[in-house]
């Protein structure tokens, strides 16, 4: 084995185990590293992550090896991407020798907005996140996104003589895609999810508003009330009408522009037969 | 109903819903309130908790009202525990009308903890967080605790001369407790989970030592090297054998003193029949 | 010296230092704890600090006595304010033997608060904070208060036919008091500067609104429309116009709901002659 | 002006004002973006910063143009450095017609680090950050480095027969750079403020530490005992004969692995004659 090779001092982690204690996940987290990812628009991005990694551990082993996890991703080379996800584990596995290998990251996303007047562009962040688990027969993968939105309380509007509350609020989607008929996972970019957030909503938000466009989005926002109840049913629809999605959680929380603490709403949903 | 009674404004979140979601979780988070919680040694303690109430909305219904939840809590005057919180959830799920009640609620629970060889006793906070549901048949509760704890690696200590990496770790449980025979669920102290935590790692951390005791804890942590996973089987193996306990999640991070990562481990198990 | 005479360790803190680095702080931070503070509608109320307690430590000494910050913290029983904090730090510099002696605690204080139109009453919480220091001569000593606001955008209302983008705001004054005739620093009220804060927004938050409440304050918001430079100007003229006041820093952020970043707005300022 | 080219809506902003306060600083904040920093070893690096972009506002302006702070961030392509700060703060209050901008922005660094024994390579993450303000006649720039470290404890190790309390801390360094002969500000690397803080503690920390490796950190930090006290004289001396460096302030915490709370200490320092 490469650490014995390598070094003739003990190896405890190898050392037997008699508690019994099979352990689901051992491994590392709240590593910040460099990774590119998908984007829909330029094929990459260049951004930075922070990953956990983790392995499996039987009941019979007492320790697994830590440095190798940043051994398998520092020889990364890869666009870190729901379909290369698979490989991934697969490397983590073998180099972990391990039964089952886990990995979370998640890292800002940066995509283009145009202001709905002018069309002046800039670049808005949104927090994405993958989650992926290989058993060895099997890649479950799990997405997330994190879209900002502003809501406009429907209450508010109809009990006033004029003017409603509204605030900045938070879509948090995650979903487990399908497998198409030859097995391999659904692709479901994030840019879909988060266009699915932000047209659930009041409104979206953009990076650069110009007069025209602050007045387009606030009178935009004002012909369309949502409750946190709304925009969390709103998701839920569409997201129930994607075939390539098989499983969703969302939640919805505002930051209430009248209270110090904010109002949420979540639900979630597997597909009937799923 | 109240509401009616008390205004002659439209109550919009009575209207209708047509989309078909019926709602797990809607509610008010990251509320701050002073509450009383329960304290082995002193009986109860006054301390400043952060809250989510919830309650579940039925498909057919477009909002909650929001206000209500406040004014539950405002009107509260126990002391909250795993005892008083069904009726606190039943209180909710009456004045909401709703089928479902939750409240995820956690604060800073201190404890005297006296040093090893002087004895010298100061306070350590520890957050405790309890998590119910009551959806009108059955009250499930959690209890969680996160108690901060030293971790000395077997591996480093075994391969070097002298000395051994250290650091600070942080242990997460989570128990769902069983029921007694008449049906109540059994109690637990958050300072039985506690103790139990600080037992499994290398040494307990303490809030005032003086040298003799610094000599002590030095000594005793290096006497009783753990790695994360001995660490989290400690706990596991512990807490399987209190019957108690029909279900735990576990997480053990170590804040490593030679990396800028984090080393975890995570188990969960649910008692075979419960 | 106490130490010496309760144990034989060596005092390795107590040996010289010859690089000559005089340093303004040492000591313990993020320390949670359980204090009393005052309340100017019940005397006093029972909250959790966090605190950071420091002496400065002379060139040629190598180190403090991190445990007796513990010590001087856990035998004090009164109440924490501008008026006890003195006593508390000649307790520290005493006991520390040190030039100087700093305090840093911060805590929620909870205050009722009423809705404009039924009257209804809930507590809010406000994060105030105290920095005080000793340095034997002068305690010098600045209050904080974190006072989360409503803002509603002025641009925003005048360029729409209808509605106006509105949100949470924060709202964080920093001030140091004079002296009285007798030298004994000013007393200003958390509860003053928060009252201050509340009425420089377009609307203050509230714990608990029924239907007419959330009418009411819909419609104030919207008759107060106020950009983040003019909350942060109707503070200062305010702090200015207060002769117990003889310096401030303020600041405002408003987390826009027509973006995903922030807006904000900082000054600071001298009393002449102060 | 641009403005009223493009709009025939109202300019609120451009409102007088007669309460007398002009704004120190005024903009967005909280705003992440792609941007690329300086790399010693690689010319440049791509990261994800978080920025608050901001200026002064004459007392007599109502509101300052937030839409352009991101028009100018947007448009531009440079690698942001002290070296091109200057510019990016002139179009910053050319485009907002300001008399002060000001800039702040953090980032991961990443940078390879090879294990001591073995060699073997991976990059670990710094938290960098720039500050700078440009008053039309002067650009004030300091620098801000956050590095996490080992500290063993001299006194433990002295006290005990063996072992010795080690954990993670953290060392935060600010800079302001002196002005070479010919007025242009000196350039410093973060990478030498990020060694040199590296070499003031017990050990650097590692991405990737073979047994080989870890066997000499472990003994490495045992040889090399340092209070909080020390690591910041350590860093202080050392700042203090570079001559590029006209001002600092440096704390360093411990994130004890004893203590539930952490030590701390801090000092600032002005070259005389600076």
């Known amino acids: 084995m490469h650490d014995l090779v390598t070094s003739s001092l003990p190896d405890i982690q190898q050392s037997p185990d008699r508690r019994g204690v ?64 698979p490989e991934f584990l697969a490397r983590l596995r073998e180099r972990l020798k391990a039964p089952v290998a886990q990995i979370d990251v998640s890292f800002p996303l940066f995509l283009g907005r145009a202001a709905p007047a002018t ?22 993968i799990v997405q997330r996104v994190e879209v900002h939105v502003a809501s406009l309380c429907p209450c508010s509007k109809e009990i006033s003589d004029y003017g409603a509350h509204n605030q900045r609020g938070r879509i948090d989607i ?13 692709m479901i970019w994030f840019e879909e999810l988060i266009e699915l957030a932000e047209q659930s909503a009041s409104s979206p938000l953009y990076p650069l508003l110009k007069r025209e466009d602050e007045r387009h989005v606030t009178m935009a926002a004002y012909d369309n009330p949502a409750f946190v109840e709304d925009i969390l049913r709103n998701v839920a629809v569409r997201l129930r009408e994607d075939a390539r999605i098989s499983w969703f959680d969302v939640g919805v929380t505002n930051f209430e522009s009248i209270h110090n603490h904010n109002a949420f709403a979540r639900v979630s949903w597997v597909r009937p037969g799923a």
Do not use: W
């Open 22 to 85: 099979a352990i689901e996940r051992v491994g590392i987290s709240n590593l910040r590293y460099p990774l590119s990812v998908l984007d829909r628009e330029h094929g990459s991005q260049q951004t930075t992550a922070t990953l956990a990694l983790s392995v499996a551990l039987p009941a019979e082993i007492k320790g697994t090896h830590m440095s190798r996890f940043i051994e398998v991703l520092s020889s990364y080379q890869g666009v870190l991407s729901t379909q290369s996800l």
């Open 119 to 140: 069309g002046k562009s800039a670049l808005m962040d949104y927090t994405c996140a993958l989650s992926a688990e290989d058993d060895g027969t099997h890649v479950d």
């Open 174 to 186: 995650a979903v487990r895609t399908a497998r198409e008929a030859d097995g391999t996972p659904s």
